[in-house]
């Protein structure tokens, strides 16, 4: 049988120094779900983090706190540790600097340094940052203070050893140009090229004497490694590299992706290829240096007090939304933005309306039509071609997009099959197929298609909402020959047979946090701008209506709103985009009867929660006393779009 071809990927090992926030959340959930789902594909693939317990930092935090750095250390890691568990995070290994193991490779390594010349001995005279744990030149600071983080830096004078990065920087350069994912993304390459390695590398600092909490340099015991140095090689130190631990080097170095922070991609892109390099070893094959997790405000800070705990968003809101929320929210290697809104309104429109509705209707008229199992005679229908070839290509574009890899664009690819398959549900009307007799084998196609289709969003989800794939699987008894690759490769898997059974809502729909919605209450309205009315004129002015911007927009879909009977929920074709309204009009109109009619919408009015449903847009209407009509386009030229004037 031939050898599974193996995947390598890695975290940065995170300072326990403080809580993780929502921020340290994101490489860690992504980078399982990239192993997830190279697993899904069938490698032997490896997934890697941990903590990096060594530095000045931690031993000045372990001070502050009372505690001995070791037990420190041990406390915090615990607590990651269990972090990862509340996340779903499967690692199968974390690494920790303290290890024996670790701190064998590292000294083997700066020994073989030092005795091949690439390390000496000579005097340190220069600025050192704590919190960043990086040494600069003075005219590396920006005004006085640390070019990263903007805080003072101290003057370190102390003899030190130092790595010659100059005798590595010609080599270095070329591999980055002649690999070009080497560093991705592209942007991020051009930095570190341009900002430090063409203006000359400066020979780097690599040990410390002027505190203890390190790894002691074996053969001159008053100096420690500097932490960086330290800290790298935990890459290669976890598989066993000049150490006792079981040998893994063969089979998974070199990796295939250091995933990382925009912060400390310097680290990964010039000093860890320069000592791999020196020790004779290859490089890794992609350094992907993520953005930012921002707020509005900026970033998130201990100092600012905004720290986001992704401990309280997963009980509060439950792990799979946490998680898809950071993977949808953070495009390729751009900055994402948190802010509770946000997080809100992906549970309610994408997982509690997309896929939670999809996933309830389907069951639910399985259940009401056919008793939960969907009979085998079946007759294929109008709209079963178009849906098919998405649900075919969805596991392509999704295997594409995690080849940068970008869990977002993968997201967006599995939601768009999610909409395609609501939009079939739309166009087959199954509560329509059900009155008629002669129509039910098409009702039971439109059924399977559904189940189908679900089943293989079912698949892809796995990687990266655990629980609420296997949910949808189970839900859905979906045998396990069901669930591989392979299976996503032929559409009409799913066994015949099966009977499906109704359980709670994959995502109950959320209110919007209470705080921001009091503070809303509370703020003052805004001061009204005199306008033409005002003026007397009882008119306004042809600007005065420019202002609204209303346009055609088709029904795709329309769910009464789960906690108020006068409100229906709308899900509507705009050409360009597709949008959520709430409308009042649940006394007039049956959730069915708007689908597929062309109505008017105003798009430019600001969104608005409606009993914790995001409404983005107001459908016209025309009232008489108690009558009221929703305003509809009947010309089939008038596509979806159209500006209405
Ligand atoms: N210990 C070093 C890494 C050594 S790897 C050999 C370190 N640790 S850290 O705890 O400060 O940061 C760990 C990771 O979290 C980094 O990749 C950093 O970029 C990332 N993040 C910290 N704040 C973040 C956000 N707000 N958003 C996204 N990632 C963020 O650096």
Redesign the pocket.
Same mark, same amino acid.
């Given at each position: 049988m031939a050898e599974k071809k193996t995947f390598y990927i890695t975290t940065?090992? %995170? %300072?326990p120094s403080g809580d993780l +926030?929502i /921020?340290?959340t %994101?490489?860690t959930v992504a980078s399982d779900s990239i192993c997830r789902f190279k697993k899904l594909l069938g490698y032997d693939a490896y997934f890697l983090t941990g903590t @990096?317990e060594h530095g000045q930092k931690i031993q000045q935090s372990a001070e502050e706190a009372g505690k001995d750095p070791q037990t420190f250390v041990d406390e915090a890691t615990v607590t990651i540790k269990a972090l990862w568990e509340k996340l779903d995070i499967d690692y199968d290994q974390y690494i920790r600097t303290t290890d024996p193991e670790h701190i064998k490779t590292v000294q083997a390594i700066f020994k073989q340094l030092y005795d091949q010349g690439d390390i000496y001995k000579g005097q340190y005279e220069g600025a050192y940052c704590t919190p960043c744990e990086s040494f600069w030149t003075d005219g590396q600071l920006v005004d006085g203070k640390c070019p990263d983080c903007h805080r003072e830096v101290q003057q370190a004078s102390e003899e030190a050893y130092f790595l010659k990065l100059s005798n590595y920087a010609d080599r270095l350069l070329k591999h980055i140009e002649e690999n070009p994912d080497f560093i991705t993304p592209e942007s991020r390459k051009n930095e570190m090229i341009n900002n430090f390695i063409k203006p000359g590398l400066q020979d780097l600092c690599v040990s410390r004497t002027s505190f203890n909490w390190g790894v002691p340099v074996s053969f001159d015991p008053g100096h420690v490694v500097y932490v960086w140095i330290d800290? =790298?090689p935990?890459y290669i130190s976890a598989l066993g590299y000049r150490n006792d631990k079981p040998q893994l080097m063969d089979k998974y170095w070199p990796a295939d992706i250091h995933m990382? /922070?925009? @912060? !400390?991609i310097r680290?990964h892109t010039i000093y860890w290829p320069i000592l791999l390099m020196a020790a004779g070893l290859p490089l890794p094959k992609k350094v992907y240096g +993520?953005g930012? !997790? =921002?707020l509005k405000g900026g970033?998130?800070s201990k100092s600012v007090g905004n720290v986001v705990d992704p401990v309280v968003l997963a009980d509060k809101y439950g792990v799979d939304a946490l998680r898809y929320h950071v993977l949808r929210e953070m495009t390729f290697g751009s900055d994402g933005i948190y802010n509770e809104d946000l997080l809100v309104s992906h549970i309610n429109a994408d997982l509690a309306n997309d896929l939670g509705n999809l996933l309830s209707r389907t069951v639910a008229m399985t259940v009401k039509y056919f008793e939960g199992t969907i009979p085998e005679k079946r007759t294929g229908g109008d709209f079963d071609e178009d849906l098919q070839a998405l649900a075919l290509q969805t596991p392509k574009s999704v295997a594409e997009a995690m080849e940068l890899p970008d869990c977002s664009k993968a997201l967006e690819h599995i939601w768009k099959l999610v909409s395609r398959a609501n939009k079939y549900i739309d166009e087959n009307t199954p509560w329509l197929l059900i009155k008629e007799e002669d129509k039910h084998p098409l009702l039971a196609n439109v059924m399977y298609h559904l189940t189908e289709t679900l089943r293989m969003v079912a698949v892809l989800l796995q990687p990266f909402l655990p629980q609420t794939g296997s949910a949808i699987l189970e839900q859905l008894e979906v045998p396990e020959t069901a669930q591989t690759w392979e299976s996503l490769q032929s559409f009409g898997r799913y066994p015949e047979g099966v009977t499906v059974v109704r359980h709670d809502p994959l995502f109950p729909r959320v209110e919007l946090p209470k705080k921001e919605k009091e503070e809303k209450k509370k703020a003052p309205a805004p001061k009204k701008q005199p306008t033409s009315q005002d003026q007397g004129e009882g008119k306004i002015t042809i600007d005065d209506f420019a202002a609204v911007e209303m346009k055609v927009a088709e029904v795709l879909s329309c769910d009464q709103h789960p906690d108020a009977d006068r409100l229906l929920v709308f899900q509507l074709d705009l050409g360009s985009e597709k949008r959520q309204i709430v409308s009042g009009i649940a006394e007039h109109y049956q959730s069915s009867d708007l689908i597929g009619k062309k109505v008017i919408v105003v798009t430019n009015l600001k969104p608005v929660n409606l009993r914790g449903v995001r409404s983005d847009g107001m459908i016209l209407c025309a009232t008489k006393g108690k009558k009221l009509t929703v305003l509809t386009v009947d010309d089939p030229e008038m596509k979806v779009g159209a500006k209405v004037s």
């Amino acid at each position: 049988m031939a050898e599974k071809k193996t995947f390598y990927i890695t975290t940065p090992i %995170y %300072y326990p120094s403080g809580d993780l +926030h929502i /921020g340290h959340t %994101y490489t860690t959930v992504a980078s399982d779900s990239i192993c997830r789902f190279k697993k899904l594909l069938g490698y032997d693939a490896y997934f890697l983090t941990g903590t @990096d317990e060594h530095g000045q930092k931690i031993q000045q935090s372990a001070e502050e706190a009372g505690k001995d750095p070791q037990t420190f250390v041990d406390e915090a890691t615990v607590t990651i540790k269990a972090l990862w568990e509340k996340l779903d995070i499967d690692y199968d290994q974390y690494i920790r600097t303290t290890d024996p193991e670790h701190i064998k490779t590292v000294q083997a390594i700066f020994k073989q340094l030092y005795d091949q010349g690439d390390i000496y001995k000579g005097q340190y005279e220069g600025a050192y940052c704590t919190p960043c744990e990086s040494f600069w030149t003075d005219g590396q600071l920006v005004d006085g203070k640390c070019p990263d983080c903007h805080r003072e830096v101290q003057q370190a004078s102390e003899e030190a050893y130092f790595l010659k990065l100059s005798n590595y920087a010609d080599r270095l350069l070329k591999h980055i140009e002649e690999n070009p994912d080497f560093i991705t993304p592209e942007s991020r390459k051009n930095e570190m090229i341009n900002n430090f390695i063409k203006p000359g590398l400066q020979d780097l600092c690599v040990s410390r004497t002027s505190f203890n909490w390190g790894v002691p340099v074996s053969f001159d015991p008053g100096h420690v490694v500097y932490v960086w140095i330290d800290a =790298l090689p935990n890459y290669i130190s976890a598989l066993g590299y000049r150490n006792d631990k079981p040998q893994l080097m063969d089979k998974y170095w070199p990796a295939d992706i250091h995933m990382v /922070g925009k @912060d !400390i991609i310097r680290f990964h892109t010039i000093y860890w290829p320069i000592l791999l390099m020196a020790a004779g070893l290859p490089l890794p094959k992609k350094v992907y240096g +993520h953005g930012w !997790i =921002l707020l509005k405000g900026g970033k998130m800070s201990k100092s600012v007090g905004n720290v986001v705990d992704p401990v309280v968003l997963a009980d509060k809101y439950g792990v799979d939304a946490l998680r898809y929320h950071v993977l949808r929210e953070m495009t390729f290697g751009s900055d994402g933005i948190y802010n509770e809104d946000l997080l809100v309104s992906h549970i309610n429109a994408d997982l509690a309306n997309d896929l939670g509705n999809l996933l309830s209707r389907t069951v639910a008229m399985t259940v009401k039509y056919f008793e939960g199992t969907i009979p085998e005679k079946r007759t294929g229908g109008d709209f079963d071609e178009d849906l098919q070839a998405l649900a075919l290509q969805t596991p392509k574009s999704v295997a594409e997009a995690m080849e940068l890899p970008d869990c977002s664009k993968a997201l967006e690819h599995i939601w768009k099959l999610v909409s395609r398959a609501n939009k079939y549900i739309d166009e087959n009307t199954p509560w329509l197929l059900i009155k008629e007799e002669d129509k039910h084998p098409l009702l039971a196609n439109v059924m399977y298609h559904l189940t189908e289709t679900l089943r293989m969003v079912a698949v892809l989800l796995q990687p990266f909402l655990p629980q609420t794939g296997s949910a949808i699987l189970e839900q859905l008894e979906v045998p396990e020959t069901a669930q591989t690759w392979e299976s996503l490769q032929s559409f009409g898997r799913y066994p015949e047979g099966v009977t499906v059974v109704r359980h709670d809502p994959l995502f109950p729909r959320v209110e919007l946090p209470k705080k921001e919605k009091e503070e809303k209450k509370k703020a003052p309205a805004p001061k009204k701008q005199p306008t033409s009315q005002d003026q007397g004129e009882g008119k306004i002015t042809i600007d005065d209506f420019a202002a609204v911007e209303m346009k055609v927009a088709e029904v795709l879909s329309c769910d009464q709103h789960p906690d108020a009977d006068r409100l229906l929920v709308f899900q509507l074709d705009l050409g360009s985009e597709k949008r959520q309204i709430v409308s009042g009009i649940a006394e007039h109109y049956q959730s069915s009867d708007l689908i597929g009619k062309k109505v008017i919408v105003v798009t430019n009015l600001k969104p608005v929660n409606l009993r914790g449903v995001r409404s983005d847009g107001m459908i016209l209407c025309a009232t008489k006393g108690k009558k009221l009509t929703v305003l509809t386009v009947d010309d089939p030229e008038m596509k979806v779009g159209a500006k209405v004037s």
